[in-house]
């Protein structure tokens, strides 16, 4: 269900066990078609959304379809977060 899926997202760090890695698999799940109204094949923005959401919350690894599009997405982010934003 649509609440429980953003429920689980927004509270990651409940579910953090120290020393491993938190995974989390989002890219072109039924939620995403659920709040975009998109078919799986058109559902790339919000895939990139809800995978640049989830390490914000806390997400160590994203398992996503589109890999390429993903990491561009994740070293945007990245570079314009406030921590490196001085670095630019």
């Known amino acids: 269900r649509l609440e429980h899926n953003v429920a689980l997202l927004r509270g990651l760090e ?4 120290e020393g491993l890695p938190l995974l989390v698999g989002v890219s072109r799940k039924r ?3 659920e709040i975009t109204g ?6 790339l923005a919000g ?13 160590d690894v994203v398992r996503v379809h589109d890999v390429a599009e993903t990491v561009d997405a994740l070293r945007i982010r990245n570079a ?3 921590a490196n934003a001085r670095a630019l």
């Open 38 to 43: 998109r078919a799986v094949e058109d559902r």
């Open 31 to 33: 939620m995403i078609g």
């Open 47 to 59: 895939s990139l959304a809800a995978a640049l959401v989830a390490v914000g919350f806390g997400a």
């Open 14 to 17: 409940a579910l953090r066990v």
């Open 80 to 82: 314009l977060s406030s």
